[in-house]
């Protein structure tokens, strides 16, 4: 289907700034193919009608011989959908269950055995919830990390929902006590791959994997063309451990290996020591910033703004409902801008603008899609979420690039297209049995949850 996207108001992005202004969008094929000034009475007047022209109207004559189905967006603002890169969607279902516990408890006594019990098509479930979750705050994008064979990239795939996907992976060597887990991975991108569902080589942490492993996984990635991820110095723990066992920080010990990569996600980077910042920096590493689930586990905030400053790509990432109880992306730029404010005393670190491009921009760089996610231009994906404005935390509209971290809540949201297909139009999902979903993940909770 082609559509005119028409009365909006559109985020724009630069290579330096970000800017709102009243654009008609034109989508042939799933991608924008022309944003040109608002055409007026020069469209058919009703949303969903088709689009007629009445001669040249800067730039909208180019599409005269063709036929767009008109969306009315009057009211709204339309985003790039934002994208989560990274988080375990499986883990929905113990969303409110670990809470308030040392991270033994957290990690030993509640999250593993209900991995270990967890049916395989009740990862489906739960990892479709998740995706609903996503989809309805905004994201039109995620990078995962799981450990049931298929079930995350079933539910994008069924959902619609663009993705990066990983079976984490663990062991000392990836062709023998972690080959199973690497061939669930290839059979799953075998089943699975498509134009939106793409994978990631995932070794876990590496604490559960040696370096020959990550040596191993990043030489796979290379020959196979595909992205990197791995949860990197989240705790003190794990740093101490590191220089205890190697005599290197974990971001010496990964960049040794070959696993610091342009093409690589790096979930976490809060305890940075010696000069960890800088070999990221030189790598081309990207830092996928996690500020709920940080906080919330005790392990502190990552130095996001020094980061910045020495030119380090950073993105957002939720992580998992188990430790953050929520896939809201909106909620994860407000912390990350306050937090930072916060914690360097000065409320000119984490500006709007930054965060809003970590979750944007900065994020489709690291993907390799630069121009294609994460922006609303020619020639890029047609990822779309469209926000009410008549919602009372958009009222009134000083700035609207600042609502998206200080007043916006996600419930904003009203429809999401992605790769131009509505994925959710007026809060409704297309061909999901949004009760059943309910149902599978409540009926999953209260058998397998302990109480």
Not at 132 to 144: H, I, K, L, Q, S
Not at 197 to 204: D, E, Y
Not at 372 to 377: P, R, S
Not at 411 to 431: L, P, Y
């Amino acid at each position: 289907m082609n559509y005119l996207i028409t009365g909006g108001k559109v985020l724009l992005t630069t290579a330096d700034d970000l800017r709102i202004a009243e654009k008609d969008i034109y989508v042939r094929d799933g991608k924008i193919v022309g944003i040109t000034e608002p055409a007026g009475q020069n469209h058919a007047p009703e949303s969903g009608g088709k689009a007629a022209f009445a001669g040249e109207n800067n730039g909208a004559a180019a599409f005269a011989d063709e036929k767009f189905e008109v969306v009315d967006a009057r009211d709204r603002l339309i985003l790039p959908g934002l994208i989560n890169l990274h988080t375990h969607a499986y883990m929905t279902v113990m969303r409110n269950y670990a809470d308030d516990v040392d991270f033994d408890e957290w990690l030993f006594r509640r999250v593993m055995p209900v991995e270990d019990t967890l049916p395989m098509e009740g990862a489906y479930w739960s990892s479709l919830l998740g995706l609903m979750e996503m989809v309805r705050t905004g994201t039109t994008c995620f990078a995962d990390m799981h450990m049931f064979e298929g079930q995350s990239a079933k539910a994008a795939r069924d959902l619609g929902m663009r993705a990066y996907i990983g079976r984490g992976l663990v062991g000392e060597d990836l062709y023998t006590d972690g080959l199973s887990r690497f061939e669930q991975f290839l059979r799953e991108q075998e089943a699975y791959e498509s134009d939106l569902v793409k994978f990631a080589i995932a070794p876990h942490a590496i604490y559960s994997c040696s370096p020959r492993l990550y040596e191993q996984a990043a030489e796979e990635g290379r020959k196979r063309g595909l992205m990197l991820e791995t949860h990197l110095s989240e705790s003190d723990f794990e740093v101490d451990s590191a220089i205890g066992k190697f005599g290197k920080t974990p971001v010496a010990v990964l960049r040794d290996t070959g696993f610091l990569t342009e093409r690589t996600l790096l979930a976490h980077c809060v305890k940075m020591r010696g000069d960890d910042i800088s070999i990221i920096r030189d790598c081309g590493s990207t830092v996928v910033t996690n500020p709920a689930s940080n906080a919330k586990l005790g392990n502190g905030f990552a130095p996001v703004t020094e980061f910045a400053e020495a030119g380090v790509n950073v993105t957002v990432g939720t992580d998992g409902v188990c430790s953050n109880n929520s896939l809201n992306m909106f909620r994860e730029m407000g912390l990350l801008s306050t937090i930072h404010k916060g914690v360097r005393r000065d409320s000119t670190k984490a500006p709007a603008k930054s965060v809003v491009r970590m979750a944007t921009a900065n994020a489709a760089k690291a993907l390799g899609r630069t121009g294609e996610l994460g922006v609303i231009a020619e020639g890029a994906e047609a990822d779309f979420s469209f926000l009410d404005l008549s919602c009372p935390s958009m009222i009134p509209q000083n700035n609207l690039i600042a609502s998206l971290c200080y007043s916006a809540n996600g419930g904003e949201v009203e429809s999401v297209m992605i790769a131009g297909r509505w994925v959710m139009k007026n809060r409704h999902f297309s061909g999901i049995d949004e009760e059943r979903v309910r149902r599978e993940v409540e009926d999953m909770a209260d058998k397998y949850l302990k109480k």
